[in-house]
C-alpha cells in the first residue's frame, strides 16, 4: 500500500530564512506524482508545487523548490526567504499514474517568527 | 476556468439532526470528486470519491453517505448526527485519473452539539 510520511509535525523558522520541509513516501509503481499543498489558517487547500517521478529536474515555484531523490523515495519541500504568509499547514501528497485517489501525509505545520 | 463551491461554510448541529453538505464544480465535465474530513489540527481522511454519476466508493465505515446526483454534483449527508461527525469537510475534484492534481473547495467547518 502507498504511504506518506511526514515526520515533523511542527516547523518553526524566522523571517527571511530558508526551511526544509521533509517528506517520505513508499511505493512499487514506477510512474507517479508528487505534490505539495499550502493549507493556511482560511484551511483552503493550495497546491503550491508538483513533482513527475519520471523527471529528473526538481520543480521550482518561485521561493518554493522540492528536493526529489527517487531512490530514497523522499521528496522534500524548501522554502526560501519565508515570509509571514508562508505560515500554514503543509501536505505532502502521492498518486501512480491512473489512481482514483490522492494520498496524503499527516502535515506538518510552519511558524514563522517575525 | 474550474471553480469548485462548497456550501455551507460553517455549520452547527445538534446530535441526532441530519445532514447534507453540497459541492458543485464549474467548467468542466465528468470530473472526478472527493469528500474529506480533517480533524483539528490533524490530517486529511478520504471519506468517498467519485468517478461518475451514481457511482459512489466508500473508504471508511461512517455514519455519512455519499451521493452524486449530477455530473457536477456531490453531496455529503447523515441521517442522524453524531458528535463524533464534528470537523472540517473538504470537497475536490480531479479532472479524471490522468490529470493528477486535485482543486479543493474552502471546505465546511461542522460542529455537532
Not at chain 1, 523522499?74 to 526567504?81: E, G, P, T, V
Not at chain 2, 465528468?30 to 478520504?46: E, M
Request: charged share 15%; proline share 4%; aromatic share 12%.
Amino acid at each position: 500500500a502507498q504511504t506518506v510520511t511526514q515526520s515533523q509535525p511542527e516547523m518553526s523558522v524566522q523571517e527571511a530564512e530558508t526551511v526544509t520541509l521533509s517528506c517520505t513516501y513508499d511505493t512499487s509503481e514506477s510512474d507517479y506524482y508528487l505534490f505539495w499543498y499550502k493549507q493556511p489558517p482560511s484551511r483552503q487547500m493550495i497546491l503550491v508545487i508538483r513533482q513527475e517521478a519520471y523527471k529528473q529536474q526538481n520543480a521550482t515555484e518561485n521561493r518554493f523548490s522540492v528536493n526529489f531523490q527517487k531512490a530514497a523515495k523522499s521528496f522534500s519541500l524548501k522554502i526560501s526567504d519565508s515570509q509571514l504568509g508562508d505560515a500554514a499547514m503543509y501536505f505532502c501528497a502521492y498518486c501512480y499514474q491512473g489512481a482514483q485517489k490522492l494520498v496524503f501525509g499527516q502535515g506538518t505545520r510552519l511558524t514563522i517568527n517575525p | 476556468s474550474q471553480t469548485i463551491h462548497q456550501w455551507p461554510a460553517t455549520l452547527v448541529q445538534p446530535v441526532g439532526s441530519p445532514l447534507s453538505l453540497e459541492c458543485t464544480v464549474e467548467g468542466t465535465s465528468n470530473p472526478n470528486l472527493y469528500w474529506y474530513r480533517q480533524a483539528a489540527g490533524r490530517g486529511l481522511q478520504l471519506l468517498f470519491y467519485s468517478v461518475g454519476i451514481g457511482q459512489i466508493s466508500s473508504e471508511v465505515p461512517q455514519n455519512l453517505s455519499a451521493s452524486r446526483p449530477q455530473d457536477r454534483q456531490f453531496i455529503l449527508s447523515s441521517k442522524k448526527l453524531l458528535l463524533s461527525d464534528s470537523g472540517f469537510y473538504l470537497c475536490a475534484w480531479r479532472r479524471d485519473r490522468v490529470s493528477t492534481e486535485a482543486f479543493f473547495g474552502q471546505g465546511t467547518r461542522l460542529t455537532v452539539v
